[in-house]
C-alpha cells in the first residue's frame, strides 16, 4: 500500500480552548493520505508513506512519527524549507472546530517532479491512494500527483481517492475544476460525497437525498458519467446536530448496487479531524480483504470513522476486533475489565 | 460604553474535578460586568470598566488581563486591601456546578464614594451598564451604584441592568428588595426573569409561562408596574436537561411587543459561567446597532449566550461574524478549513 | 462498618486517550471495596478498611490516601510484594472504557489466613462488606473471605456483597461457582443482577425483564432459592446508549416486594468506574439510615450512581445533601453560586 | 506533641514563573506549625495539630490533608469565614522568592478563647510548639498563644518556638516586642537568630558572629537574660550565595556550650520555603530521642533543613534513615537502585 | 519610546526537553526589540511597538498580548501571510539552547515601504530603538529600517541599536557589512561587543580583552572609528561556564571613559533567550533617568540581564525596585514575606 | 549490532516530586542495554534490540518506542505476563534519586531458552552488547546470557559488556559472583569500576585511585586475571558533589595502556539514569568508527554520559555532532540561533 501525501505537525489547544486562549499546544502530526496509512497499519496493512520533509529537528519528529506508527519510511524524502503546520481549536456544542493552516511553502509544498523515483516506489505495490488535497496544496504537487496516478495506472495498481475538499486551500491559482478531472480519470475508488464531486470536476450540484436509495445510482451515474475508470464511489453520509453531536453512516456505490451502512450517533465528538480518513481506511481495508463484499467494506468504514470521533489526534487508534466489535453491536457501554 | 462592577481571580478545576481533588487551580479572571465589556469589546464597541483593584501582584495581573482583553483601563482605581476571589468547579450530567466565593473585603467591596469621579467617567459616555451584583458586595457598592445611575441618568446616558440574583451574596445586612427598586428607578433596559425580577423589587411571584406568548405583557406589566423608566425587558430563556444539557433562547419586550429567539440545544456544556453576560453584552449589541430592531437583539443575545456554553473561561470569545453564522444557521458541525 | 478487598493504584490516561497515546497517567487509587468506604465515609460512617500493601513507598502512598478520605488503618496489614496497578483508558462514544489489570502477585493477592485476626477487626463491627472481586483475585483471598465471612455470621454481623463479576480476573484456576456459592450463603444483602448472580452461582440464566415488574419477584426467587440467607437484593439498572451517555435506576427486593428508583439520564459520563461501588454505598447508607424503607434505599443507591458518573476517579465523592437534592430533583443546571 | 498555628492554603506558580506570568497555581498546604508536626509525624510522633479552619469545600480540602499527612486532627476547630491561602512564587539564581498573603479574616485569625478547650487538648501532651506567626496574626491569636502557653506551663509541658519572624505581617497594631517577651517568658526551647530574638524582644541588634564560636555564649546569655525559662537556643546557618544556592548549618545552645552542625552546600534549591521549619522539626525529633544529645539534635536538624531544600512544597517529605543518612555521608549522588 | 522590529510566537519545550521529545510546546511570544518594550514599559516608560501582524487568529493573538504588556498598538500594521514562529529547547549544563527559526515569509519580513507612515510614527517621539535583526531578515526589512533611521535623524531623536548577530538568519542574499554600516551611521548608542561590531561592519576582529579597561577605550574608538555619530557604545560581558552557569557584567564607553558593572554570578540560568534584550533596555533606561550617569545605567543594565536569567520566557519581567535592589545587594536568598 | 535486554515502562514524577507527592506520572520507556541501542541508532548505528514484551496494549506501545528510536524490531518476541516496570523519583541537591522496581514475573524475566534463536539473531551481527542487569534478573535470563554469548563467541562476534551493578535486584537466589564469571569470560570489552567488577567476579576490593594513573595498570590486570579474553576495559568515573553536581570523566585500558577523558562539570543534572548507558555506547561508537583510537573512544563516551545528564528520560538524544562537539569545547553557553 503506497500512500502520498504532506504530514504536518498539528499544533492543537486542549480543553476547547480558543486559540486565543492558547498558552500552550499539543504537538501531535497528520494529514490526510498519512492519516490512512496509519489506519491500515493499525489493520495490519504493510504501508509506505512517500512525503517529503525538511532536513531539521521537525522533520526528524516527523520521522520517527511516521516510524512509531508502523508506516514504512522508505520513500520519505528530506530537503526543503519547513515543515507544514496546522493550528486546531476543537470546537464544542454549537461551536465549530477551526483550522488555521500555516503551511505554505513547505517541503511538501515545493517538491519536485525529480525528487521521486516512482519506478522504485511502484516496484511490487497493489494498492495507491491520493487525496484532493494534494494537487490542493501547489501546482508542484498537483503535477506530481498526475504523474504518480499514471505511472501507477501503467503497473495495474488499483487507485483510491478521497475528494477532500478544503475551501480554505486551492490557493496557487487553479481551481479543483481545473485539475481533479484529469486526476480522477485514472482512479478506480472514489470516496466523497456527490456534490462535492460535482463541484471538483465542474459540474452543477445534483442535490442527492440520501435516503432514497433508489434514485441514488442514476445520480452517481450522472456525476461519474465522464469517468468510466471509476468502479466504485463511497459517500460518508454525516449528520450534523452539532459540533459535539453527530449522526455517522455511509454509503457505497459499484456502478450496479447501492449497500448502505447503519447510521450511528456519536455524542460526544472527541475529535472529528480525520474522521474522513478513517472512513477512507476502513473502505480500503474492506475492499482489500474481500473485493466483491460491498456490504462488509461499507459496514468496516462507516464503523471506523464512527469510532475514530472518540479519539484525540488525526489517527484511528483502533483495531479490526475493534470496528468489528462495533459492526456486531457490542457495548460500548461496558467497561472492558 | 462604561460597565462598573468587581473583577475577580477565578481558579477553577479542570476536568469537571471537585474542590476537593484539586491539585491545581486555573487561573482565570471574570466578573459580570467586565464579561460584559470583554464581550462588547469583541464586537468592536469601546469600552471603559470602573472598578477597584489592590496594588499587589495580583492586581498589576488582573490589570494586565483588562487591557488584553482590549477594554480601557482609565477608571480603574488601585488601592485597598486585595482581589476578590472565586473558586470553580464545574459540574457534569446531574452534579451542578459550583461557586465557593472567597470575595470579602476585597478592593472593591471596600471602594468609597470618593473613589470614583463619576464626572470624568460619563463624559461623553452614551451607555452605562450595571448588575445586580455589584449592590449584593456591600453597601457601599450599593452606595456608589446609585449615585452612578443619578449622574449618569442627568446625562441621559441609556443604562442597562443584569438582575443577576445571587443567593450566596446579599449577606452585608440588606435585602435585595431593599436596595435593588431604588437603582432600577433609573434604568432603561432590564435583563432578568420576571420572578426574579419580583424576587428582586418585593413583589409576589408572577410564575411565568414563557411558552404563552400572549399573556407575557401582562405579566411583564404588572411586574413593571411601578418602573415606568424601564422600556425594555428581556429574559433569558434556560431549559436544564442537566449540567451539561441546557436549551437556551430568550424572549425580549418592548412595553408594547414581545420577540423570541429560536430555542437551541446546548449539550455538551463546557462552561457556563457567563452565558448570562454574553446575553447581556449581545442584547446590548443589538440594541446599539438598531435599536428598533428587537428581533434582531433578542436573536443576536440568545445566540450569543448559547455559543458561550462552548467556551471556557468566563468571557465570551466570539465575534460578530460567528454570532450571525449562528443565527442563520450555518454549520457547526463543519470543521472550518 | 468493616471493608475488606484490595487497593490498587490506578493509571489512567486523561482525555479520553488511549493506552498508546499517554505520555503520562494520572496517578489515583480505587478497588471496589475501599470505593464503597469512601463513600460511606463521606455519608457520615466509620469505615475501616481491611486490607494488605507492601512496605514500599507505594504502600506508604495508598495509606495516606486511605487516612485522607476517613476510612481507619486499624487493620490494614503491611508486607508482601507489591501494589497491585490497573491502566485505564476511558472511552467515549462508540468507544468502550478499558482497563488492564496489573495486579498479579500483589501484597493483597498473596495474603495468608494468618495475616488478619479477624478476632479483632469484627470487635464492635456491625456490618461487613465484600466483593466478588476479592474470591476472584487468588485462592489464597478466596480462603479468607470464607473464614472472614464465617466469623462474621457468628457475631451476628450484617454482611453484604456486591456480586462484582470481572470477566477478566478469575484466572487461579477455580471458576465463580465453584467458590462464590459457599460465600453467599452467608451474606445478607446482596447487589447485582440476575443473570449475573446466576452465572456466579452455576445456575442457568433466566433473562429477565426488569420492567416487568410483577414477574420479577418470581425470578429473583428462582435465583435465590438456595440462598435463604439473603433477605435482600438490589440490581442496578443501567441501560447504555454510548460509554458516554446511559440511563441508570436500580430495584430492590426484600424477598416480598419489589421497588424501583426513577431512571436517570447520564450524559456524558465522566468516569464509570467505580459507580457500581456508589450505588452500593448508597444501598447500605439507605439501609442502615432505616432498615425498613427500602424505597429510601434505593433512591439514594440509583442517585448515588448517576452522580458518581460525573465524578472523575474511582471514588463518589458525594454528600447526602447532594444525593437527597437529586431525588428531590433539585437543579443539576444551575451553578450554585 | 501539639502544634497550634494556621494551616494555608498555597497557590504556587511552576516553573519559577512570576504571579504575573500564571495561568495556573499549584495547590498545597502549609503553615508553620503544621509543617513542623508533618516533619515530626514522618518521625513516627504522634502529633495533634491545634487550629481553626471553615465550614466550606476548602475546609474540607484541608482537612483530608492533616489526616494524609498522619497529623492528629482531634482539636481541629471548624467555624468562621474563610481559609487563609498564600501565593507563592519561587525565585532562581538572583531573584528572590516572593510570598503574597492573602489570610487577613480567616477563620484561624478570628479564633476566639472559647473555641480551644485547653484542658482537653493537654490531657496526656508532653511537648507544646508554637511559632511567632501566631502572635503575628493578629491579637486574638496573641491572646490565645499566651493563653496555651500558661496551661501548658502549669502542667510542665515542653514548650518550644520558632521566632518566625514575618516582616509582611504584625499589622493589627502591636509590634512584635510588645507581645513576645510574654509569651517567650513560659518557652523552653527557642529556635532563631539572636538578632531577631533582640529585635522579637525589643533589645538592640548584637551583631553576632557565628563563626566565632567562643563567644557565641555571652551574645546568647546578654539576649537571654530576661528569660531564664528558656534552656536550649538553636540558630539556623544560613549563608545565601543567591536564591538558588545556599550552605546550611545550624548552632544550639543549651546555656553552657555551643555545639555546630557541619555546614552544607544546597544547590540548587528547589523549594526552601519550610526549610525552617524542618529545622525545627529535626530539633524537636533530636531533643525528645535523647535530650541531652545535643550535638545528635543540632546534626539532626541541620540535616533536616538541608533535605528540606531539595523538596516541593512546604513539608519536609523525609523519614529518619534519610535525615541520618545525610548526617553520615552517604551519598546524594548515587541513583538508589 | 518607538521599537521597531518583529514579534514572534514562542514554541518552547518544558522541562529542558528536546525538539524530538515534546509533546506540547508552550506557547508564548517574543521579538529582540518588543521585549525592550517590555521592560521599558515594566520600568514606567511609554512604549509604541511598530510592526506588522497577520490579520489571523495568531495575529489577534499577539496583539492581545502586545496590549497586555501595556505597550502601545498605534502602529502595529495588519496584513500579509503569517505569523513568524519560533521553536526553542531550553539546554542544560554541557548542552546548548536551541533555536529553530519558521520565520520566513512572514508578515514583517514582506512588510513594504508603505506600510509604515514613520512621519506620524516619529510625531512626538524621542527615542527610537532597533536590532540588528530587523536588516537580517529580508531586504525589505533592511530598506525600512534604513528609512526610519533617516526619518528618526531627521527629527533628532535619540537612536538606539542591538547589534544582535543570528547566524541562523542573513539568508536573503546580503551579509551583514553590506547592510549595517549604513543604519549604524545613524545610531547614536549601540550595544554589542567589539568584535560582533567588527564582523557586521567587515573590519577584522581586534580580540579585546574586556579585563584590560585601560587598553579597551583605543580598542572601541578603532571599531568606532567610521562612526563619529555614535557617541556611547555598550558591552555586555558573558563569562559562560556551561548552559546553566554564567557570569555577567557589563562594560559602557562613552567615547572619553569606561564604565564597568559588577560581574554576578548566574546559576542556574532559567531561561537566557532575552537577557540581551532586558540588558539593552535596563540601558536605556539608565540613560533615560540620567544620561549623564554611565556608572548607573551600566549597572542597572547588567542587573537587569542577570535578573532575566531566573525568568521564564523572552521579557525581563521585573520593576525599577527588584533591579536597584539587586545592584544594591540586598537579598536574593530571602523569602520575601 | 545487537542489544539483549529487558525494556521498561518509566513511571517518573516531575518537578522533583517524591513518589508520595505524585498525582500523575511521565511515561516513558528504558532499560540500560536498549538505551545503548537508542544512542547508537542516534549516531547512526544499525541496531537490533532482542527482548521479550507482553502481548497486551503496554506491550504494543514499547514496541512503539522501539521503532520511534530507529532500532531494529525482528528480534523482539511477544508473550509472558507483564511488562516490568520501574517508578523514578529524581532527586535533588542533597537528596539521592530513587528507584522502585517493580519489574517481578515481567515476560523478559520469564523468557525461555526456547523463545530466541540466536542462530537467525546473530547472522550478519559483528557486536553483541549485554549487561550485568539481565543475569540479575532471573536464573532465566542468566542462562539465556550465557547462551548468547557462547553463540556470539563462535561467530567470533564482538562482545562488549556494562557490569552495570544493582543492589535491588540479584533476587533470584544467586549472587552475581556465582553467575557473573562466567559470562564475563567470553566478553571483549567491559565497562564498570575497578571495584564493582571485583565484587562481581567475587574478588577483594582494591580501592583503586584513578588519579593515580600509573598504578591503574597494574590494578586492571589483577582485577582481569583470570579473564584474558578481556581486551579493553573501561570505567566512567564519576565524582558526586550532591544529586545536581557532579564531575564526570572516563578511562580506558587496552591492557597495555591507560587513556584518560577530561573531567568535566556537570550542573545541574536534569536526569542522570542512562547516564552510564551513554557512556557505554559513546564507547562502542568510538570502537566501532577507530578501533585503534583509544583516546577518541574514551573521549566520545565521557563527552556523550556527560550530556546525557541534561536530557530528560533514559536515553541519550544527541548526535555525533554535539557530542564532538562538546570534546572540542564549542560552547554549551550560546543558545545556537
Chains 1, 2, 3, 4, 5, 6 share one sequence.
Not at 486542549?14 to 497528520?30: D, I, M, P, V
Not at 495495474?156 to 475538499?165: A, G, K, P, R, V
Not at 486526476?183 to 470516496?191: A, E, Q
Request: hydrophobic share 40%; charged share 25%; proline share 3%.
Amino acid at each position: 500500500m503506497i500512500t502520498f501525501g504532506e504530514l504536518l505537525l498539528r499544533l492543537s489547544t486542549e480543553r476547547h480552548l480558543r486559540l486565543s486562549q492558547a498558552n500552550s499546544f499539543l504537538a501531535t502530526f497528520g494529514g490526510s493520505e498519512f492519516n490512512v496509512a496509519v489506519s491500515l497499519a493499525n489493520f495490519g496493512i504493510n504501508c509506505e508513506f512517500v512525503t517529503k520533509i525538511p532536513t531539521n529537528e521537525l522533520g526528524e519528529r516527523s520521522l520517527e512519527e511516521i516510524r512509531r506508527k508502523n508506516v514504512n519510511t522508505n520513500y520519505v524524502i528530506k530537503g526543503g524549507k519547513r515543515l507544514g503546520v496546522y493550528f486546531l481549536e476543537t470546537g464544542a456544542s454549537s461551536r465549530a472546530s477551526n483550522v488555521l493552516y500555516d503551511r505554505e511553502d513547505s517541503s511538501f509544498a515545493n517538491i519536485t517532479l525529480e525528487d521521486i523515483e516512482w519506478n522504485e516506489v511502484f516496484n511490487d505495490a497493489d494498492w495507491f491512494h491520493w487525496s484532493g488535497i494534494t494537487p490542493a496544496i501547489s501546482n508542484n504537487t498537483a503535477l506530481i500527483c498526475l504523474k504518480a496516478l499514471k505511472e501507477a495506472k501503467k503497473r495495474n495498481i488499483t487507485i483510491s481517492c478521497d475528494l477532500n475538499y478544503r475551501s480554505k486551500m486551492w490557493k496557487y491559482g487553479k481551481e479543483p475544476q481545473e485539475v481533479m478531472p484529469a486526476l480522477l480519470k485514472y482512479t478506480d475508488i472514489v470516496l466523497g460525497d456527490i456534490d462535492t464531486a460535482c463541484l471538483m470536476i465542474g459540474q452543477p450540484k445534483l442535490n442527492p437525498d440520501y435516503n432514497n436509495l433508489s434514485k441514488l445510482p442514476a445520480l452517481y451515474e450522472e456525476m461519474l458519467s465522464k469517468f468510466p475508470n471509476i468502479q466504485t464511489m463511497a459517500t460518508t453520509l454525516r449528520y450534523s446536530v452539532n459540533a459535539s453531536h453527530q449522526k455517522i453512516g455511509g454509503i457505497i456505490y459499484n456502478r450496479k448496487e447501492i449497500f448502505k451502512a447503519t447510521l450511528r450517533e456519536v455524542i460526544p465528538v472527541v475529535d472529528r479531524v480525520g474522521s474522513g480518513d478513517a472512513f477512507m481506511a476502513g473502505l480500503i481495508f474492506g475492499l482489500l480483504r474481500d473485493e466483491k463484499n460491498y456490504q462488509y467494506s461499507i459496514d468496516f468504514a462507516a464503523a471506523s470513522c464512527c469510532l475514530k470521533h472518540s479519539i484525540s489526534g488525526d489517527y484511528n487508534l483502533v483495531n479490526i476486533k475493534e470496528v468489528e466489535g462495533l459492526i456486531k453491536g457490542s457495548g460500548a457501554a461496558l467497561v472492558a475489565r
